[in-house]
């Protein structure tokens, strides 16, 4: 008898035990792979709202550092309300500060008046700036996402004993020691906090 007659080849029990191994290599390989592209992802999204995160409170604190007030002009003026939603911190925050002049939307005064407030909007909190320059006469002023998916923004004035969450320049008659903004946000269902310090330098016009 020759070599090929006595060569059967493979039995219908081998071929399927192949099949359900690859099967099995196949979708472990791409598990692995959707892992590495949702860890991609999820670094991604995490830079750039660091990103996001560093650029919002580095502009609160050169707006703060730029503050205005003086006694003789209402228009200046720094206020801040506490308003907790349910526990949630949710600061309104609204102050005239200076600001360099460019773009169209902006005239040349460079005095601006700037209101940072948190939305809501299904059960998702987004940080709002809403900007108005101090000379316009503009009465319809839209406020734009400055930062988004937040879960608490916080701000405190020191006015140099202790810190308070609650300020205005029309009954405290001067500008804060200091300011302390807090924001927090969650990565991966874990709440973290980033918080600014800022020291007004400028008094009025």
Do not use: H
Request: proline residues 3%.
């Amino acid at each position: 008898m020759s070599a090929i007659s006595k060569n059967k080849g493979f039995t219908l029990l081998e071929v399927l035990i192949a099949v359900v191994l690859l099967g099995i290599l196949s979708a472990a390989l791409y598990g692995s792979y959707l892992g590495v592209l949702r860890a991609r992802e999820r670094a991604s999204s995490g830079m750039e709202s660091r990103r996001e995160l560093g650029a919002t409170l580095d502009l609160i604190r050169r707006e703060v550092s730029s503050a205005m007030f003086n006694r003789s002009d209402k228009r200046l003026r720094f206020v801040v309300e506490d308003r907790d939603n349910f526990g949630v911190p949710s600061s309104t925050f609204d102050m005239t500060t200076l600001a360099p002049p460019g773009g169209d939307r902006r005239s040349e005064s460079g005095v601006v008046a700037v209101t940072y407030r948190m939305a809501e909007k299904n059960k998702i909190f987004t940080l709002t700036r809403q900007e108005r320059d101090l000379f316009s006469e503009e009465t319809i002023i839209l406020a734009y996402p400055q930062m988004e998916q937040i879960s608490a923004f916080l701000v405190e004035c020191y006015d140099g004993s202790k810190w308070v969450k609650s300020w205005d320049t029309a009954i405290n008659g001067a500008l804060p020691k200091s300011v302390r903004v807090t924001v927090q946000v969650e990565e991966e269902g874990k709440p973290l906090e980033f918080t600014m310090l800022s020291t007004p330098r400028v008094s009025g016009l």
